[in-house]
């Protein structure tokens, strides 16, 4: 790391370190601004106390994601008007969200290294910016060739956004805060795709598409004036060389997968899915040769040694299928299986944006009573079981019915994905925690697409199976339960958390008991 200058005169290691920690108080407390501080310094360990504005610190970053995963979803409302603008067949303009997604796949795992080198908040900012310039670009674009290109420099910030500003959480909250901090920047991932696609709804309706890009620029220059003056920018002293190897290994797998999952749920696709699969996972073998035992790997495999980590990882993963799936099923069953409006469909699917915001300041409380493994066990089922009712559903069921089971599943579900993202760092090192976010975000980004696939395949085979030339109620329903039924599998990685997992961040002690042999145990 980087520490700012003791000053003249200093005796010893103890004083200047002593210094480090004021500094770093005084600029998380607001005294001193993020932006006259040269280079904001950090103890090994994390700051022990989090300040006052570290609320605000999570809402920044929780604002830029949150004009990131409305953007993502909002868009897919308007690509019938604007293929019609562009004069070409609505079918066409997908290669306007791939490209997005191509940008994703390849710099998210660069971006713990560019933190490292040259400080979270320079990058921050700069994915901020890069994404408005994006945004503008989107909304200029007079043919769908040049949307493409600019869809991509939006997803060059977009990349960016994710995984530093998750970096930016843990390096600015002691870990007493860090559900509190974490819940507030899980809100965007589950809000903006319930709220995208009824406000891509609204603006195409009674505006213009290219408005769907515009909004992003006041928030995102408000972003960039917050991040400047809030944010610490935090960077280590050395850092490895870039590996370049590495870099484009990961993203030609990384994309050939994504590319491939989303070609799989399209009628007519198979082969060149299974091709994409298949260069995705030649590439990925290779990338773990190429990265195994070598320093300063994008994306670094030895971090799947930690327990912990590796548990959150894998159990997180296996949970996101049902997220991933559900913005997808349930806008689609409620508009072409009930005949819904997209503005009515629109008013119940915010239910789950509801029920996440309700959860937010509970989860500390909940899981400071239960603990994490045994909230990650029991609450993973309730969610999960929650999705599963949407299969349920039909259009004589009440508004106020399904509106309920989407805040009660929103509220379960936002409290376990709160709890992954939180546990997963527990035993993180602070000089390791650049390449943990970005691994994490890369999982992360790739099993919400994965969401996608699996669901949209469901249902093409539930109409297969049922005969029906387009989708009715019970296709939606054996979609929705497939999906479910996946993600209840991690509920045997769950279980295999330590009882005592991130008791130190949650606060739950576990109680220890004498044995007649006079050892102790400890109670699950």
């Excluded at 897919?76 to 293929?83: F, H, K, Y």
């Excluded at 099923?329 to 409620?334: A, G, I, K, Q």
């Excluded at 969610?383 to 599963?388: E, M």
Aim: hydrophobic share 50%; glycine share 10%; net charge positive.
């Amino acid at each position: 790391m980087t520490p700012t200058s003791p000053g003249p005169g200093a005796p010893s290691e103890r004083p200047r370190r002593r210094g480090i920690a004021t500094a770093n108080a005084e600029i998380r407390d607001g005294i001193v601004p993020a932006a006259d501080a040269l280079t904001p310094a950090r103890d090994p360990g994390g700051p022990d106390t989090s300040g006052s504005n570290y609320r605000l610190v999570a809402l920044i970053v929780a604002s830029a994601l949150f004009m990131e995963f409305v953007d993502a979803t909002v868009l897919a409302t308007a690509l019938p008007t604007m293929a019609r603008d562009f004069g070409v067949r609505p079918p066409e303009m997908s290669i306007a969200l791939t490209s997005y997604l191509l940008a994703l796949a390849v710099f998210i795992p660069a971006s713990g290294l560019l933190a490292d080198r040259y400080g979270s908040r320079t990058v921050f900012r700069s994915a901020i910016a890069l994404f408005v310039a994006g945004s503008l670009a989107c909304g200029q674009a007079p043919t769908l060739g040049a949307m493409v290109l600019a869809r991509f420099l939006q997803g060059m910030g977009g990349a960016m956004m994710i995984p530093v500003g998750r970096l930016v959480l843990l390096r600015s909250v002691a870990k007493q805060d860090m559900v509190n901090a974490m819940s507030w920047l899980l809100v965007p991932a589950l809000v903006g795709p319930v709220v995208g696609p009824p406000l891509g709804g609204f603006i195409v309706t009674y505006l213009d598409w290219r408005w769907i890009f515009y909004i992003n620029l006041p928030v995102g220059v408000l972003g960039f004036c917050l991040v400047s003056r809030f944010i610490a920018n935090f960077r280590e002293d050395h850092t490895p060389r870039f590996d370049a190897g590495g870099f484009v290994l990961s993203g030609v797998s990384l994309g050939c997968l994504l590319f491939g999952c989303e070609m799989a749920s399209r009628a007519g696709q198979g082969k060149l899915a299974l091709a994409l699969l298949a260069i995705g996972a030649v590439s990925g073998f290779f990338y773990i040769r190429h990265a195994h035992g070598r320093e300063g790997a994008i994306l670094d495999l030895t971090l799947m040694r930690d327990r912990t980590f590796r548990l959150s990882v894998i159990a997180g993963s296996i949970t996101r299928i049902t997220q991933g799936a559900q913005p997808f099923l349930l806008p689609l069953m409620m508009q072409v299986g009930f005949g819904f409006t997209a503005a009515r469909s629109g008013m119940i699917t915010v239910a789950t944006a509801i029920g996440s915001l309700m959860m937010k300041s509970m989860a500390p409380r909940v899981l400071r009573r239960f603990g994490f493994r045994r909230t990650l066990v029991c609450n993973g089922i309730i969610a999960t079981a929650g999705y599963a009712t949407c299969g349920l559903f039909s259009p004589a069921w009440p508004v106020w019915a399904m509106f309920g089971v989407l805040v009660f599943s929103g509220f379960f579900m936002s409290l376990q994905f709160t709890a992954y993202n939180t546990l997963a760092y527990d035993a993180i090192p602070q000089r390791r925690m650049s390449s943990a976010t970005a691994f994490y975000s890369t999982f992360q980004q790739l099993m919400l697409s994965l969401g996608i696939c699996v669901a949209a395949v469901a249902l093409h085979l539930a109409m297969l199976a049922s005969g029906d030339a387009t989708a009715v109620r019970h296709d939606f329903s054996v979609a929705f339960w497939v999906v479910t039924a996946i993600s209840l599998g991690a509920t045997i990685w769950n279980l295999r958390f330590a009882p005592d997992a991130g008791a130190e961040i949650s606060g739950h002690h576990v109680p220890v008991t004498p044995t007649p042999e006079g050892e102790q145990r400890q109670a699950a």
